[in-house]
């Protein structure tokens, strides 16, 4: 016995020392997760689709009433095992399609295939036809275009408690290798359905309120047949690129969801493809009469992929098309009139309080179902603007500096004001409309006395607006040449007018500042090592001053280097780095950035982001809710597992030998108790590759009176006879973790590696 702990003291450190020398593997990016939200009090399984997900081992979702866990990692099917499943599916069709074809099938199913243990092909003889449609596109149509960016999969559980507050989360999946990137994952409130659950074609009939989660692949249709009353005003709201904003592969750059509603007749009685300038299209219907409505929802151009994911809100919903005024003055009470449909209130209070962010959110009830109001806050005096002030004889006088709220109220409308300005006085008119949700496009220009243009502008490119790329705000900045009264006139660039086409004008001097975006929003660093992050400078005003980053209340050890951005660049590369033996965790951090101007210290966030792509060409900067770093950290000493079983082939070091599209079993004894400091029992514990030999895989790990049994499949299309490698299998179990006053939540934690398991690929 003496002998054999020996020898296992030898094997832990000789594996121990592959399992380090592996070569780095990627951290798991995520492309997209569906569905895409859930209904509060509910419990359900999502897929999520991206790459490097093979050991994914734990989820984060931001905000509080969320928990999430993995369920499996699906694997790509080889091509015998595709054989297998569309013999399947096309015995399936005959089988429910003809008796006698299906007494025939009876016969030859001795001799057909035996599909494999894989997620898509569970129940296939229960799932409706658009459900086996789906599964045939996802496997075999040659539209469906290949991406590496989606190709694996991993299967959730998430649990949404009843109280949780609906709206916007994040979710992230973390393996040892570190933590994804970000995407949208709603919380919802209203009753939720897949648009897979209605079945085809005798789909079921849904009353509203409700929300249905779909895909749309390629040349796919989606049907949804509703049940409506007369005289309902019907809110139908699909959200596409809000989840997914930017896909680079594609063009437009997002899923361009359309929407037809259709009479119980089949007439088309009203259709859709964006909001205004949102890509998100919204559908407003009052119903003439009562009956069975369709709703047809697709891509525009018949695109289609699993990336492509919506969200569809249907029923008498609250929903906000005009607000005014777009804002207030900090520290004034401010009452804004909202029209709409459905809407409980005509009023909605907003927060001017100071201090917070220029652009503020609100919301009519605390439910969830409305739309949001964007608003902006500044410390100008303001005004609202009066008519008649459409002719440069009778211009509206206002004193400089002043925010002007206002609206271009009809078609051809334009507003001229008059203020008094100073030679070389550097003053700027912007304005905020597009990025507050208002559909004015405009348009500036600065005029003289005797009428000369000083400045015009019709879109100023602004980094911060990430997500708004029709961007149609309007901003100069210009030196007066001589005193004297000046006019700025706005109006629309095409034109158009309307109660909805709010807008406030600033008319400042010059504010030099500047504001900050770091990406990306997920960093992932070694213990000991650093990672790479870039932040990006928005310069405003002219200021161009060099800008000193750090990181705020940075935990023990942790530093930022090479942290300034020199005057008149727009962005550093800079490198965070994490301090020797910390264990794997993830932390949330704060990075700001400091500069001089005009003799004071000035202090901004910066906002973490994602460099995203769209559509092959343009980039923007999109903002996250939270910044995380993942240390994937050292691994912890191992538990002391007893000595392997004696005269297994592991025990004498005989390699295991797997046969292709085979499996070869394992024994490992260990106590039902680890003598770890928190006493796991043996049941509590998972296992999982913790390298990637090619072609095997631990198929499963089945705990037994006397210890583990791994069992390891060799993949019939990727190991090849000859090979021969090791096989490192890590152990970990679920801990309670919490800082503080944190709640604690259950984090993966890793308990070592076993001895190095070596295995040769056989002939059958």
């Not at 119980?264 to 919204?282: H, K, L, Q, T, W």
């Not at 990075?591 to 906002?607: D, K, L, N």
Request: charged share 25%.
């Amino acid at each position: 016995m003496e002998r054999c702990r020996s020898w296992l003291a030898v094997a832990f450190a000789a594996s121990l020392a592959i399992a380090w020398s592996q070569p780095g593997a990627a951290a798991p990016q995520i492309g997209y997760v569906y569905p895409a939200g859930g209904a509060r009090g509910t419990t359900f399984t999502v897929e999520v689709g991206g790459q490097s997900l093979r050991n994914v081992d734990e989820v984060r979702v931001s905000g509080e009433g969320v928990r999430a866990s993995v369920v499996e990692y699906v694997r790509t099917l080889g091509n015998q095992e595709l054989g297998d499943v569309q013999w399947f599916l096309r015995d399936l069709v005959k089988r429910r399609w003809s008796v006698r074809a299906m007494d025939e099938a009876a016969r030859r199913a001795a001799d057909g295939p035996v599909l494999p243990d894989h997620p898509w092909l569970r129940d296939l003889d229960e799932k409706s036809p658009k459900e086996l449609a789906r599964l045939h596109t996802r496997l075999f149509d040659p539209k469906k275009q290949p991406n590496a960016q989606i190709a694996e999969h991993v299967v959730l559980e998430v649990t949404i408690d009843p109280d949780a507050t609906p709206g916007d989360r994040e979710l992230r999946v973390g393996a040892p290798e570190g933590l994804s990137n970000p995407l949208v994952f709603q919380v919802g409130a209203l009753p939720e359905l897949r648009e897979e659950e209605l079945g085809d074609p005798t789909m079921p009939v849904v009353d509203v309120p409700i929300l249905i989660n779909g895909q749309i692949m390629p040349g796919e249709v989606d049907r949804i047949r509703l049940r409506a009353r007369r005289g309902q005003k019907l809110v139908i709201r699909l959200q596409a690129r809000r989840l997914i904003p930017y896909l680079a592969d594609a063009v437009p750059g997002w899923c361009q969801a359309t929407m037809a509603l259709y009479d119980p007749d089949g007439d088309e009685v009203a259709f859709i493809d964006d909001y205004r300038f949102d890509p998100d299209p919204v559908l407003l219907y009052e119903v003439p009469a009562a009956g069975v409505y369709e709703l047809e929802v697709r891509d525009a151009i018949y695109r289609g992929r699993d990336d492509f994911v919506y969200r569809i809100a249907m029923g008498e919903l609250p929903f906000v098309t005009h607000v005014f005024p777009l804002g207030g003055q900090a520290g004034t009470p401010t009452v804004a009139s909202i029209a709409g449909w459905n809407l409980p209130v005509t009023t909605l209070q907003l927060d001017t309080r100071p201090g917070g962010d220029v652009i503020r959110h609100a919301r009519v009830g605390d439910d969830g179902l409305c739309n949001e109001v964007l608003y902006a806050v500044d410390s100008l005096p303001e005004t609202t603007e009066t008519e008649p002030n459409d002719e440069t004889s009778e211009p509206e006088d206002v004193t400089f500096p002043v925010t002007v709220n206002g609206r271009i109220g009809r078609p051809g409308d334009v507003d001229i004001f008059r203020f008094e300005g100073r030679a070389g006085q550097e003053i700027v008119a912007e304005v905020y409309a597009r990025r507050l949700n208002s559909p004015l496009d405009s348009v500036l220009r600065l005029v003289d006395s005797d009428g000369g243009v000083v400045a015009l502008n019709d879109d100023h490119k602004d980094r911060e607006m990430g997500l708004v790329t029709h961007q149609a705000d309007s901003y100069v900045r210009a030196k007066l040449p001589q005193d004297g009264p000046y006019q700025v006139w706005l109006s629309d660039a095409q034109h158009h007018g309307g109660d909805a086409h709010a807008y406030r004008l600033h008319l400042r001097p010059a504010r030099p500042d500047f504001a900050l975006r770091l990406v990306p929003s997920t960093i992932n660093v070694r213990a000991g090592r650093s990672a790479t992050v870039t932040v990006h400078a928005v310069r405003k005003d002219g200021f161009e001053g060099d800008i000193d980053l750090a990181l705020a209340e940075a935990p023990e050890g942790f530093a930022l280097n090479q942290a300034r951005i020199a005057a008149g660049e727009d962005s550093v590369e800079a490198k965070l780095s994490a301090p020797r033996g910390v264990p794997r965790q993830v932390l949330s951090v704060r990075v700001e950035g400091r500069a001089q101007i005009a003799g004071a210290t000035v202090t901004r966030p910066a906002v973490a982001a994602e460099d995203q792509m769209q559509a092959f060409l343009w980039r923007f900067l999109v903002p996250k809710q939270e910044l995380l770093v993942a240390v994937t950290g050292s691994r912890p000493v191992p538990v002391v597992w007893r000595p392997l079983v004696p005269g297994t082939r592991l025990a004498s070091a005989t390699p295991v030998r797997i046969p292709p599209g085979g499996t070869a079993q394992v024994k490992i004894e260990a106590p039902r108790t680890l003598p770890d400091r928190d006493q796991t029992p043996l049941e509590a514990v998972r296992f999982r590759l913790s390298n990637r030999p090619r072609g095997v895989t631990l198929r499963e790990a089945t705990v037994g009176p006397t210890g583990v049994t791994l069992t390891l499949k060799a993949d019939a299309n990727i190991a090849l006879p000859g090979d021969a490698a090791n096989v490192i299998v890590e152990a970990l179990t679920d801990r309670d973790v919490g800082e503080g006053d944190q709640p604690a939540r259950k984090s993966r934690v890793s308990l070592g590696v076993l001895p190095a398991i070596p295995f040769e690929i056989v002939r059958r």
